[in-house]
């Protein structure tokens, strides 16, 4: 006769984590008006759990906001690129990273009402992951000047400054209100950033020596 074995019980931080991944696109659909019942059977356990982990639902909604705001999962994405990929098409993965970004943390924000991240957030006087001043989302900005820097050499600016301009250029070409509702795609954002929008001819001469 077979035993079914019980799977092992999960650790307080990895249920806590359960719980906010099951949370966040719940309230990307239904906003603060999302119940514990619907958030404990999406993370698949009793009602009865979810309070053990959390006093009440406002907690997790400010946990799950807070975690929305985390860039850390995007710099480790970044990190994850297959580095022998040629520029533009590392730029290109990293870009769409950071549009899941963008668009996830907008949506949340626009079902639940905010103006920006929540108070005490290290990044509430910028109001998103990609609009923070450096020291709130430096991973994210080291991991993509690490991909400009084999570059240099063919760069108008230092793998710094490329980095932000590439951030900068993700967030306005994604975010709906700025795109006009028509966002711009990973790989049109990278050629703007890379190749500009004027054809070039052979008669050009401002660009020598121009900076970024």
Known sequence: MSVTRRAAPLSPDARRASIIAATLPLLRIHGAAVTTAQIAMAAGIAEGTLFRVFPDKDTLIQAAICTAFDPGPAARELAAIEPGLGLREQLIAAVAILQRLVEGVWQLMSMLGMTGPPAGHPIAANGHPLAARPSASEP???????????HRAELRCD?????????????????????????????EIVAVVLDGIRIRTDLDTDVEGASC
């Not at 994210?140 to 084999?150: C, D, G, K, N, Y």
């Open 140 to 150: 994210v900005l080291l991991r993509i000047a690490e991909m400009f820097e084999p």
């Open 159 to 187: 793998p710094a400054q490329a980095a932000r301009l590439l951030r900068m250029m993700t967030f306005a070409g994604t975010h709906p209100r700025i795109a006009d509702g028509t966002p711009l795609t990973a790989a």
